[in-house]
């Protein structure tokens, strides 16, 4: 009785960790486009263990979800898609908050590398699809928190 009790406990603490450790920041981001604001709620991935693990494994995801992976500083950045289900589309952001690039439908699973075609600040990866349904094109002005000095 004792060690089923003691393995139960176990199991409710490694959750309740699980679940913490998964919970990400949330804001809300808007790119300016030509069809009109394109309007989503982003998990933020600010420190390199949010960064690696990213959308992987996640088996779905809201129209008006993604996720920004934030940089803090203008670099060269490559993505791949390991371990990731959903195919995605990734939106590489300039430091000033414009749109430098879009990948478009990057293939889940693969370990073909996607690299940003300049320094940027941030990568926003959104559903398949998503970025021509809605517009978004370079040049275009993201708004969120992290661009907010521009």
Excluded: C
């Amino acid at each position: 009785m004792r060690s089923a009790f003691a393995a139960g406990l176990i199991a409710l603490l490694f959750v309740a960790f699980k679940a913490d450790a998964a919970a990400l920041p949330v804001s809300n981001l808007t790119i300016d486009t030509k069809k009109g604001p394109a309007i989503f709620t982003v998990e933020l991935a600010a420190d390199p263990a949010t960064q690696e693990r990213g959308l992987m494994f996640r088996k779905n995801m809201a129209p008006d979800a993604g996720m920004l992976f934030d940089f803090h500083q203008p670099s060269n950045v490559t993505f791949w898609m390991k371990n990731t289900i959903l195919p995605l589309d990734m939106v590489f952001i300039r430091a000033d908050g414009t749109v430098s690039t879009v990948a478009a439908n990057a293939k889940p699973y693969s370990l073909t590398l996607i690299p940003s075609a300049e320094p940027i600040r941030a990568v926003l990866e959104i559903n398949a699809g998503r970025a021509a349904a809605l517009g978004i094109e370079p040049g275009e002005r993201v708004h969120n928190a992290i661009f907010a000095g521009h």
